[in-house]
């Protein structure tokens, strides 16, 4: 299976900062990568598809990047509702397979 | 708009079974593959099974095949599928999720729409 890695698994930030999130696959996965944001006693929400393209609904502050086995997801300017836990999964091989997800808490 | 609706939570008892159901409305249901993940309590996701509810066929994690695993089935009538758990033990305490797959290229790329997440509990 391929084994994806998220850094970091927290984080802190304040309203407005710019926040970088970092996914790892264990081996090249083109660009077959998706970003969720999960808030608790919700299901995750798709946010980028295909490693930098924006899901539909999703506002404009978030972006992706990376190709290979390097991804980041970063929030331009964070927003209060924002902070909630962000996974990164992988499509190119059976199974699908996500990170451990990295949480985004309020400084 | 696109819904995936799962039906309500479940105590069981180990050893018993669970069957979870999941009705889509919204769009065309035997054009997209419904997936099934789990969340145990303060952890990741993990895949479970797909269905293809054009002609019902199913792929299920290694983790979940065999007697002790995951069936899932599907009813064109209702929209609905269902995925049933056997041989239930605590660690199967989770929030189970159903998922639509969205096909880019011919090959499942993302889930963008998700059930609101039934939760089994495992306990004597």
């Known amino acids: 299976d391929i084994q994806m890695s998220q850094s970091p698994s927290s984080l802190s930030a304040s309203v407005g900062d710019r926040v970088t999130i970092t996914c790892r696959a264990s081996e090249s996965i083109y660009n077959y990568l998706n970003w969720y944001q999960q808030k608790p006693g919700h299901a995750p929400r798709l946010l980028m598809y295909?490693?930098?393209h924006l899901q539909s609904g999703v506002p404009s502050r978030f972006g992706g990047s990376g190709s290979g086995t390097d991804f980041t997801l970063t929030i331009s300017s964070v927003q209060p509702e924002d902070f909630a836990t962000y996974y990164c999964?992988?499509?190119?091989?059976?199974?699908?397979?996500f990170g451990q997800g990295t949480r985004l808490e309020i400084k | 708009q696109v819904q995936l609706v799962q039906s309500g939570a479940e105590v069981k008892k180990p050893g018993a079974s669970v069957k979870v159901s999941c009705k889509a409305s919204g769009y065309t249901f035997t054009s997209y593959y419904i997936y099934w993940f789990r969340q145990a309590p303060g952890q990741g996701l993990e895949w479970m099974g797909l269905i293809n509810p054009s002609g019902g066929d199913t792929f299920y994690a290694q983790k979940f095949q065999g007697q002790a695993g995951v069936s899932l089935t599907m009813d064109t009538s209702t929209s609905t599928v269902y995925m049933e758990l056997r041989s239930l033990r605590s660690e199967d305490t989770a929030l189970y999720y159903c998922?639509?797959?969205?096909?880019?290229?011919?090959?499942?790329?993302?889930?963008?729409?998700w059930g609101q997440g039934t939760l089994v509990t495992v306990s004597s």
């Open positions: 999964q992988q499509s190119y091989r059976t199974p699908v397979t």
């Open positions: 295909v490693a930098s």
């Open positions: 998922a639509r797959g969205v096909e880019l290229a011919g090959r499942t790329s993302n889930f963008d729409s």
